[in-house]
């Protein structure tokens, strides 16, 4: 069974910077699509970006606006989730989704962000 483990998570002010990291059990991203997502308290689980890991390729959610860049080192095997000018409704877990052809779909347990006013 594929394992993705997020790191990164805290607490920040607003206005800072976090980065979010995910690994894979697996040692290497041979998937096709990678992604984070978002779940604030009450709320349900909402797509924040996805890359194509192949090409690198990343598509966004409307509320990033510019806030957030998904990266990748293929050296380290890391996918990465850098989040910019945060604000308190960014407050959530946040998870790492990989996805393989055939509906192969895996999850991390999350990291918790918080974001103080």
């Known amino acids: 069974q594929v394992q993705l483990e997020e790191s990164g998570g805290g607490l920040v002010q607003q206005g800072g910077s976090l980065r979010l990291s995910c690994a894979t059990s697996e040692g290497s991203f041979e998937f096709h699509t990678v992604s984070w997502f978002r779940q604030a308290p009450g709320e349900e689980r909402e797509l924040i970006g996805r890359?194509?890991?192949?090409?690198?390729?990343?598509r966004y959610a409307d509320f990033v606006q510019g806030r957030f860049i998904i990266s990748k080192d293929t050296a380290k095997n890391l996918l990465y989730l850098q989040m910019n000018n945060l604000k308190p409704e960014d407050t959530a877990v946040y998870y790492c989704?990989?996805?393989?052809?055939?509906?192969?779909?895996?999850w991390g347990q999350g990291t918790q962000v918080t974001v103080s006013s």
């Open positions: 989704n990989a996805f393989r052809p055939g509906g192969l779909e895996y």
């Open positions: 890359m194509w890991w192949s090409g690198g390729g990343t």
